[in-house]
């Protein structure tokens, strides 16, 4: 892996981190500005709690060096997350200003994906017949 992909990566997956980790948290306390989103939204309020999990374990999945086949779950779980997001603002005709954080987590989502060390990706094997 070239330095300058190695770089990427990081840079990549730790804003990707830092965003996921902040929103997890921010669900999980069920803070008033969230709360008022997800009932502008239309989802039940459980929701917050299932979001802020799985982003929470997400993160540390997308940073410990093993497990390449639950890092891909993590790695598609924050992108349909956060797409999911995007077009609940969008058919709700909300504000462009409310889809720049998870069109933000998404660009992330997919450059940390893709700029991933070997060690962090699935093997594939292919086979000959």
């Given at each position: 892996?070239?330095?300058r992909?190695?770089?990427?990566y990081w840079?990549?997956?730790?804003?990707l981190?830092?965003?996921?980790?902040s929103?997890?948290?921010?669900?999980?306390?069920r803070?008033?500005?969230?709360v008022d989103?997800?009932?502008?939204?239309g989802?039940p309020?459980?929701?917050?709690?299932?979001?802020?999990?799985?982003?929470?374990?997400?993160?540390?999945?997308?940073?410990?060096?093993?497990?390449?086949?639950?890092?891909?779950?993590?790695?598609?779980?924050?992108?349909?997350?956060?797409?999911?997001?995007?077009?609940?603002h969008?058919v709700?005709?909300?504000?462009?200003?409310?889809?720049?954080g998870p069109?933000?987590?998404?660009?992330?989502?997919?450059?940390?994906?893709?700029?991933?060390?070997?060690?962090r990706?699935?093997?594939?094997?292919?086979k000959?017949?």
């Amino acid at each position: 892996m070239i330095k300058r992909n190695k770089i990427i990566y990081w840079i990549a997956t730790l804003w990707l981190s830092l965003g996921m980790i902040s929103s997890g948290l921010v669900q999980l306390l069920r803070m008033k500005e969230e709360v008022d989103m997800m009932a502008h939204l239309g989802y039940p309020l459980y929701f917050l709690t299932i979001l802020g999990v799985w982003k929470m374990l997400g993160v540390i999945t997308v940073l410990i060096p093993t497990f390449p086949v639950v890092k891909e779950w993590a790695y598609a779980g924050f992108f349909l997350a956060m797409s999911g997001a995007v077009i609940s603002h969008i058919v709700l005709g909300d504000p462009a200003k409310e889809l720049f954080g998870p069109a933000l987590l998404i660009v992330l989502t997919v450059a940390s994906w893709y700029f991933r060390p070997a060690n962090r990706k699935l093997i594939s094997v292919n086979k000959v017949v």
